[in-house]
């Protein structure tokens, strides 16, 4: 079955998210890679203030995924993804319109808070709709948004041509766009209260420690994930002389993803269990990370480049074999009415994680005098992935992925969306 084909499969709600993922990766994509330049040159900001601008947009959606999660399950994911995409426009149109440092920094918090907000409630509506197809549904999501990080910064070099205020207004619009499609087209669900207070419902997940293991040992997911942006390219850069390089790298995973993803997931989903396909793709990814330190550096730019592409492969296939599995894992630990909170979770704190593995890597490479990328980073970035395969693999063989049974669920109060 093909892409579209798949995605006429789904109800009318996952469509839309789906499509909806690809708007939103375009938008955030189209500004985001070229704000630390333009606070630089155009508003003349030094270094290390443009690190706290970026910090704090970092710090507010890292560090609120778990208030996102939580508001999903108490006032319905529809009205929270809305309230992100709408927090997103403000956020990218407050880049466009001010220079001044400190609605530079509201924008950067409302950038990151509706992220908080938009993600892990995304999430909580496709595992609520797909319901048997979830991992279907997840690697769908997966395929148009990888469409939608290539889009971005594509629209946005040529948005820039003009001015970095056309390139912030129009990702704005984008978002506005998306907010409006949601609002006017995207259903309620039910809502199911875990009849609880919130600090009760952060207390039930932080005490559950299968669910604290699973989301450590899902970390390196994210911390390797993000090296596609950061010690790949400056690799491919470094032993080529030739910034299109980090293109192809981009084009590369890109077609890779909306090749293989379904026909992938599908293949897996029928013959593997859960736990075998995320401790394998977790393997894949950490192994790629060796190849780049093979010594070809007699070779022409075009061969010298070919570690590091098989590098990116290899990556993306490790991410699209454990993404839609563990994304699918997720609602199976959570209770009636925490599907939300258990999402916010895993990304705050697989998120942290990942942060401490990027600064250690970026610490590596920061040092290495423009060298390329030192040995030390790849054999880190490689032990990352395969100690989290093993992670998964020791959860795996004690049972720790297959949740114990629910307790039965207290009273529960069902209404429409938006009433907690």
Same mark, same amino acid.
Do not use: K
């Given at each position: 079955? !093909?892409?579209?084909?798949?995605?006429?499969?789904?109800?009318?709600?996952?469509?839309?998210?789906?499509?909806?993922?690809?708007?939103?990766?375009?938008?955030?994509?189209?500004?985001?890679?070229?704000?630390?330049?333009?606070?630089?040159? +155009?508003?003349? #900001?030094?270094?290390?203030?443009?690190?706290? &601008?970026?910090?704090?947009?970092?710090?507010?959606?890292?560090?609120?995924?778990?208030?996102?999660?939580?508001?999903? +399950?108490?006032?319905?994911?529809?009205?929270?993804?809305?309230?992100?995409?709408?927090?997103?426009?403000?956020?990218?149109?407050?880049?466009?319109?001010?220079?001044?440092?400190? #609605?530079?920094?509201?924008?950067?918090? #409302?950038?990151?808070?509706?992220?908080?907000?938009? !993600?892990?409630?995304?999430?909580?509506?496709?595992?609520?709709?797909?319901?048997?197809?979830?991992?279907?549904?997840?690697?769908?999501?997966?395929?148009?948004?990888?469409?939608?990080?290539?889009?971005?910064?594509?629209?946005?070099?040529?948005?820039?041509?003009? +001015?970095?205020?056309?390139?912030?207004?129009?990702?704005?619009?984008?978002?506005?766009?998306?907010? &409006?499609?949601?609002?006017?087209?995207?259903?309620?669900?039910?809502?199911?209260?875990?009849?609880?207070?919130? *600090?009760? +419902? *952060?207390?039930?997940?932080?005490?559950?420690?299968?669910?604290?293991?699973?989301?450590?040992?899902?970390?390196?997911?994210?911390?390797?994930?993000?090296?596609?942006?950061?010690?790949?390219?400056?690799?491919?850069?470094?032993?080529?002389?030739?910034?299109?390089?980090?293109?192809?790298?981009?084009? &590369?995973?890109?077609?890779?993803?909306?090749?293989?993803?379904?026909?992938? /997931?599908? %293949?897996?989903?029928?013959? &593997?269990?859960?736990?075998?396909?995320?401790?394998?793709?977790?393997?894949?990814?950490?192994?790629?990370?060796?190849?780049?330190?093979?010594?070809?550096?007699?070779?022409?730019?075009?061969?010298?480049?070919?570690?590091?592409?098989?590098?990116?492969?290899?990556? /993306?296939?490790?991410?699209?074999?454990?993404?839609?599995?563990?994304?699918?894992?997720?609602? /199976?630990?959570?209770?009636?009415?925490?599907?939300?909170?258990?999402?916010?979770?895993?990304?705050?704190?697989?998120?942290?994680?990942?942060?401490?593995?990027?600064?250690?890597?970026? @610490?590596?490479?920061?040092?290495?005098?423009? @060298?390329?990328?030192?040995?030390?980073?790849? #054999?880190?970035?490689?032990?990352?992935?395969?100690?989290?395969?093993?992670?998964? %693999?020791?959860?795996?063989?004690?049972?720790?992925?297959?949740?114990?049974?629910?307790?039965?669920?207290?009273?529960?109060?069902?209404?429409?969306?938006?009433?907690?």
């Amino acid at each position: 079955m !093909n892409t579209w084909a798949t995605l006429r499969s789904f109800p009318l709600p996952i469509r839309l998210l789906v499509v909806n993922q690809l708007g939103v990766n375009i938008g955030f994509y189209l500004l985001l890679p070229y704000l630390a330049g333009y606070l630089a040159d +155009d508003v003349g #900001l030094s270094a290390a203030v443009i690190g706290v &601008v970026l910090g704090v947009r970092n710090l507010s959606q890292q560090g609120l995924f778990l208030l996102g999660g939580s508001a999903a +399950d108490r006032l319905g994911a529809r009205g929270v993804i809305i309230a992100g995409c709408a927090l997103r426009a403000v956020g990218f149109g407050l880049f466009a319109l001010s220079t001044s440092l400190p #609605l530079l920094l509201a924008a950067s918090i #409302l950038s990151g808070l509706a992220g908080a907000l938009f !993600n892990p409630a995304v999430r909580t509506y496709v595992a609520q709709a797909a319901a048997d197809r979830r991992a279907e549904a997840f690697a769908l999501f997966n395929v148009f948004a990888s469409a939608g990080a290539l889009l971005g910064p594509l629209l946005g070099s040529a948005l820039l041509l003009v +001015d970095f205020r056309v390139a912030a207004l129009t990702a704005a619009a984008v978002f506005a766009a998306l907010t &409006v499609a949601q609002a006017v087209w995207l259903p309620a669900q039910p809502v199911t209260s875990s009849a609880a207070t919130v *600090w009760q +419902d *952060w207390r039930t997940g932080i005490a559950d420690r299968r669910f604290l293991a699973f989301s450590v040992a899902l970390a390196g997911m994210f911390a390797l994930q993000t090296q596609l942006y950061l010690i790949l390219p400056v690799q491919a850069e470094h032993v080529t002389g030739q910034p299109v390089a980090v293109a192809v790298l981009f084009v &590369v995973s890109t077609v890779v993803t909306l090749t293989l993803q379904l026909p992938l /997931t599908g %293949w897996l989903h029928r013959r &593997v269990s859960r736990g075998t396909s995320i401790t394998a793709g977790m393997a894949v990814m950490g192994a790629g990370f060796l190849l780049p330190l093979l010594r070809v550096e007699s070779a022409p730019p075009a061969l010298r480049l070919l570690p590091v592409l098989a590098a990116a492969v290899l990556l /993306t296939v490790g991410v699209m074999i454990t993404q839609p599995f563990v994304l699918e894992l997720i609602p /199976t630990f959570a209770g009636p009415g925490l599907t939300g909170t258990y999402f916010g979770l895993f990304y705050l704190v697989s998120g942290i994680l990942a942060a401490g593995c990027t600064a250690a890597v970026g @610490a590596a490479v920061g040092g290495s005098g423009g @060298a390329g990328v030192p040995a030390a980073a790849w #054999l880190l970035t490689a032990g990352v992935g395969l100690a989290s395969a093993g992670a998964v %693999w020791l959860l795996r063989r004690g049972g720790l992925l297959t949740p114990a049974p629910a307790a039965p669920a207290a009273p529960a109060a069902a209404a429409s969306a938006g009433v907690s």
